[in-house]
């Protein structure tokens, strides 16, 4: 496979719906970064039918990608990620999904933290952050 740039990769928000499909809004707009902060929690266990060593059993995983950027109070789904700012609890679950470029689409509901929609230096444009972690795991639809 050739490489392919991460710019080719969509991301979509939504809130979650009462009845039928989602209405996804892209989260691409001003949009620097992107990191897989991921992380796993796994197990080192040995025992006496194998050869003395220790395996490795991977016990949970948390899929959750950070966003940063500039702030732009237009886009649809910035705003959408500003308006769970003060929220909390059961109010901060949205829907997400991932488009990666060869069209497999990896999607479930989500949970947003720390999102940042302000704030910098004066001469700057205000800063947008967040991190959406999925809540389990994910549907992943595979293109033929």
């Known amino acids: ?13 939504a809130p979650i719906p009462t009845t039928g499909e989602p209405e996804y809004l892209e989260l691409a707009k001003w949009i620097t970064s992107v990191t897989d902060d991921s992380d796993e929690n796994s197990e080192e266990t040995g025992y006496y039918d194998g050869d003395g060593n220790p395996t490795t059993e991977v016990i949970s995983r948390s ?3 950070s966003f940063e950027g500039v702030y ?14 003060r929220e909390v609890g059961e109010s901060r679950k949205i829907m997400f999904k991932i488009v990666e470029p060869n069209g497999t689409e990896i999607k479930g509901p989500a949970t947003v933290t720390v999102p940042i ?23 992943v639809i595979t293109v033929p």
């Not at 496979?1 to 928000?13: D, G, H, I, Q």
């Not at 732009?72 to 700012?85: Q, Y």
């Open 63 to 65: 899929e959750r990608y």
């Open 117 to 139: 929609t302000s704030g910098g230096e004066a001469t700057e444009f205000p800063a947008f952050s967040c991190t959406i972690s999925f809540d389990r795991k994910p549907d």
């Open 72 to 85: 732009d109070d237009e886009d649809p789904a910035m705003k959408f990620i500003k308006g769970l700012k």
């Open 1 to 13: 496979m050739a490489k392919v740039k991460n710019a080719l990769t969509s991301y979509f928000v």
